[in-house]
Nanobody
């Protein structure tokens, strides 16, 4: 059974930082591209960042220079370090693993107050 469990969300003031974690089980983690998506109320889910098995990185323009995605294959975990947070970063953040099939986590709420 595949499980992706996100943690690290919460309430933070603008300019602050949060680190999200996504622990995976039931998949061969090292061969999966891992990604973070987010969905704000009334908006479509959007890609925030992704990291391939060979650690190629991709970021949404809105988070470049502020967010950093990383992975630890020994711990089957992907991280999203979020700095200089803005109110518009408020959303539910989801972890995705894909290698032929897509697997989603349950999401973690990030709220940035102004």
């Amino acid at each position: 059974q595949v499980q992706l469990v996100e943690s690290g969300g919460g309430l933070v003031q603008a300019g602050g930082s949060l680190r999200l974690s996504c622990a995976a089980s039931g998949i061969i983690f090292r061969v999966n591209t891992m990604a973070w998506y987010r969905q704000a109320p009334g908006k479509q889910r959007e890609l925030v960042a992704q990291i391939t098995p060979v650690r190629n990185l991709d970021y949404a323009d809105s988070v470049k220079g502020r967010f950093t995605i990383s992975r630890d294959n020994a711990k089957n975990t992907v991280y999203l370090q979020m700095n200089s947070l803005k109110p518009e970063d408020t959303a539910v953040y989801y972890c995705l693993a894909y290698s032929g099939s897509n697997y989603w986590g349950q999401g973690t709420q990030v709220t940035v107050s102004s």
